[in-house]
């Protein structure tokens, strides 16, 4: 049976009343139910709304015999989810970014069943974040603990709704940590833990005995789409850093290291003579990136990035991209028989993604990229990862999937030298688009 990675979305009913502790022989059993009482006002439901437009065949072909405009059918979509207050005072509450997205309206219902709208702060997809907000008071935040700290086998609490039932709560331990590598997911280092979580989950917080969030529950692994024991959750230390970047900017900022690897095999270990049999091959560095200040060369084999060991371009390609901009990143390669270490920074200009606008107003709307490794043997530029409908730079034609190759005639093969380009531009900035084989010139004009 084919296993799948499933997203979850939940809906929390009424809190149910947690009973005192029993007693035995005038002593009290251990249980959960204080700290619970304290958490679950700061666990809330959020409900989202958004409009599609659709078209009807039947609409299209009377509206073409008939020369009448054809006019596109709403679908409204609602869904459901959890979030997880953070900061009573801002009315700030960390979900998961596919519990928000897209949608067009926001809405929160807090634990004593008042609903409030919310505003969207800031969504990363890439790490499954978003930080919302809402108008309230005397609202209940939970402490964020140090989930670095967590060790396999720490007891952990999961509260949700699964399936819709009303607000649940669960109970087990962390399995795991650092689980990497899960199909159909952006940038892990997820909590696995065994306590129950379903469908339904999605945004809830995972807590320690303390009543202390240490993660925000988000995927699971199961044949069936109902638990298994294995659920995953984001980590709170790394919430927390997407938290304070999406209430800077609005968006993450994520930097590049300026180097290509790719997996050892075999033929490449007897080939380049390589002794370590771990890490990754680095086949490519650009000139003055973090990479190549740090001294590191092709041919290198990196074997550490900040503490992590690498035994793949996928690991690789994931810890990077959960550095922050303005860190400083250790990097453990070996070179001739020998293992080094030295210590590089990621800085503003290292970027390696970039929210359009930021070039130019009509960019509004576009996400950028530096061009992934696996397409560079073939093609060179900047692409549009994505572009949201009805933006700016949707309005100019531009669409996910394009790739910038100049800027006023100048080329460009990355974020870095597109900056200096559109910094340096006197004139209206002139882009050459790719696109399915074609070039294309677009001036960023308003005319």
Known sequence: MKYLILFFVLTLGHTSQAALPAAVDGQALPS????????????????????????????????????????????????????????????????????????????????????????????????DVALIQIEAKNLTALPLADSDALRVGDFVVAVGNPFGLGQTVTSGIVSALGRTSLSGLGYQNFIQTDASINPGNSGGALINLRGELIGINTAIFSPSGGNVGIGFAIPSSLAERMMRQLLTYGTVRRGSLGMEVQDLSQRLINAFDIEHEQ??????????????????????????????????????????????????????????????????????????????????????????MNLPAKYRAHYQGVLFESVERGSAAWALGLRSGDLITQVNQSEVANLKQMTERMAGNTKEPLLRIYRNGRHYLLPLSDE
């Open 32 to 127: 959960l139910a204080p700290v619970l009482e304290q958490v679950t006002p700061a666990v809330v439901n959020i409900n989202t709304q958004s409009v599609q437009y659709v078209r009807s065949r039947n609409n299209d072909f009377y509206s073409w015999f008939y020369g009448l405009p054809s006019a596109p059918r709403e679908r409204v979509t609602q869904s459901l989810g959890s979030g997880v207050i953070v900061d009573a005072l801002q009315g700030l509450i960390l979900t998961n970014h596919h519990v928000v997205d897209d949608a067009d309206e926001i809405s929160v219902v807090l634990h004593d069943g008042k609903t409030h709208e919310a505003t969207l702060i800031g969504s990363d997809e890439g790490t």
């Open 279 to 368: 890490g990754v091959l680095v086949t490519a560095v650009e000139p003055d990136s973090p990479a190549d200040r740090a001294g590191v060369q092709a041919g290198d084999v990196l074997t550490q990035l900040d503490g992590h060991s690498i035994n793949s371009q996928k690991q690789f390609e994931n810890h990077q991209g959960l550095i922050e901009l303005g860190s400083d990143v250790s990097l453990g390669f070996w070179r001739n028989g020998k293992d080094q270490r030295v210590i590089t920074r990621i800085s503003e200009v290292d970027r390696n993604e970039m929210q359009g606008v930021e070039l130019h107003p009509l960019l509004k709307g576009a996400l950028l």
